[in-house]
């Protein structure tokens, strides 16, 4: 995404460095610090075979549990809420 590409040029490294879709998801809850909107959630859950990777309540992705190994969960353990990585001199 648009979002992704500038992250990735702002900081000079990949912002998801993932192939696995759930790590993937988990990897953006952590980064915009807010589980997916529930609507968003329910119509994943509704077209998809992801519905496993919610928890359809909260709509926070079941993660660490659905961890597959421990670098997988390492790696998400690293990733920074957005407000973190970005100079406190270049926000709004």
């Known amino acids: 995404s648009p979002g992704c590409i500038l992250l990735e040029l702002y900081e000079g490294r990949l912002t998801f460095d993932t192939r696995e879709t759930c790590q993937h998801l988990a990897m ?3 980064l915009v610090d807010s ?3 529930q609507h968003l959630v329910k119509r994943i859950a509704r077209e998809s075979e992801t519905e496993s990777f919610f928890d359809l309540l909260t709509g926070k992705v079941r993660w660490p549990e659905i961890a597959r190994t ?4 390492d790696t998400v353990k690293k990733v920074q809420p957005l407000l973190e ?6 926000s709004s």
Request: hydrophobic share 25%.
């Open 28 to 30: 953006i809850e952590k």
């Open 35 to 37: 589980p997916f909107p």
């Open 70 to 73: 421990q670098m997988e969960e």
């Open 85 to 90: 990585r970005v100079d406190s001199r270049h």
